[in-house]
């Protein structure tokens, strides 16, 4: 798997795990899906996969700022797609008018990766005297993915498997990945904590030594080493879903990596596997794990979802992937695939907990 190239200095100023956006002046109140760093004037940056912002307004318009870095972002005002920002570092002042006088939702969605860059979001206002109206309501439920390009969703509206970076950054679709799929079918809130060519303890082909997922998982920013999350907020999964491994053991062990051969890198693999997911779930007696893995390393996870099951009984299972096309952008899952994928997570979920309120 190919890791995006871009490059972005970052300089931030503050930091805070949000799940809502204290409005400004004019400023519509948000609910935020996903990590965002907040800088001392409100305003937002965003980088991880799948981030997306719901608000409410009454009114006849809508205007949107934002700073779009590298980004692809689609807005949609009661759930019809009205505009999207795709120009690379491009400051956006939208104004959407027209609409019926009267309340109005909206939601901007993020759809590409950005490794190495983020994008800020401003504000919503509305336009023509409109009012802003209080954030819609987070849902009950909220489930956490953790992985790589599969769970980004790399390349997954393409038509094949043929793609140049361009193809890959203009046809991923987060929102259309299995993880936020799996998410609307339950009604959830979700996070999508996922970095293309990352592993557990080894990324595709050996690149960038010393980094892995668990090692970025703690930044509000995966591009930037701090702010790091130093609280869960409103954030309190009852279901994470990782999926890591394709990438530890995608590419053979080469001459001068830490580990001198397959059989210490699936062992270093399960040690950390356990080590992060312990942390994953502690003080945490509500939530469940789902881990997932493909014929290639399914039965390390296995082992790791054993050794877990040691301290927390009854909270960790495993989904094995099988019967993928894997025909979008470089071998990866499709749109067909994704529909799949979903399909065997919430199998899991339905199994695990059966239907009733989570909370």
């Not at 949609?76 to 690379?88: N, S």
């Not at 491994?245 to 001459?255: E, L, W, Y």
Request: charged fraction near 20%.
């Amino acid at each position: 798997m190919r890791l995006l190239r871009a490059a972005a200095a970052i300089a931030l100023f503050a930091m805070a795990p949000a799940c809502a956006l204290k409005p400004g002046p004019g400023r519509i109140p948000l609910h935020v899906g996903g990590r965002v760093a907040v800088d001392p004037d409100e305003s937002l940056r965003f980088g991880w996969p799948g981030v997306y912002f719901e608000g409410r307004f009454k009114g006849t318009g809508l205007n949107v700022v934002l700073e779009n870095g590298s980004d692809r972002l689609r807005l949609l005002i009661d759930g019809a797609e009205r505009q999207r920002f795709e120009q690379a570092g491009g400051s956006v002042d939208a104004r959407i008018t027209g609409l019926s006088d009267g309340e109005h939702s909206f939601r901007l969605e993020k759809l590409a990766e950005t490794q190495f860059d983020y994008g800020r979001l401003i504000g919503f206002y509305p336009l023509g005297g409109g009012k802003p109206l209080p954030a819609p309501r987070g849902n009950a439920r909220q489930i956490e993915f953790i992985g790589d390009s599969w769970s980004v969703g790399w390349g997954n509206t393409a038509p094949g498997r043929n793609c140049t970076p361009e193809d890959v950054h203009n046809t991923t679709d987060t929102q259309q990945a299995f993880g936020p799929e799996v998410a609307r079918r339950f009604k959830a809130d979700y996070r999508i904590n996922a970095y293309s060519g990352f592993g557990v303890v080894r990324n595709y082909g050996g690149s960038r030594p010393g980094e892995n997922l668990p090692s970025l998982y703690p930044r509000l920013l995966p591009s930037a080493r701090t702010p790091v999350e130093t609280g869960t907020g409103d954030w309190h999964p009852q279901i994470i879903v990782i999926n890591l491994g394709t990438n530890d053991f995608s590419t053979p062990v080469h001459a001068g990596e830490a580990w001198p051969d397959d059989k210490a890198l699936r062992a270093a693999y399960r040690s950390h596997y356990v080590d992060f997911a312990h942390g994953l779930i502690a003080g945490k007696p509500g939530v469940r794990l789902i881990l997932m893995g493909s014929d290639a390393f399914i039965a390390d996870v296995d082992q790791v979802a054993a050794a877990l099951s040691k301290a927390a009984p009854g909270r960790v299972s495993t989904v094995h992937m099988s019967g993928l096309d894997l025909n979008g952008c470089d071998f990866h899952p499709s749109r067909k695939d994704d529909q799949h994928l979903a399909d065997l997570v919430q199998a899991e979920i339905e199994r695990i907990h059966p239907p009733a309120p989570w909370d």
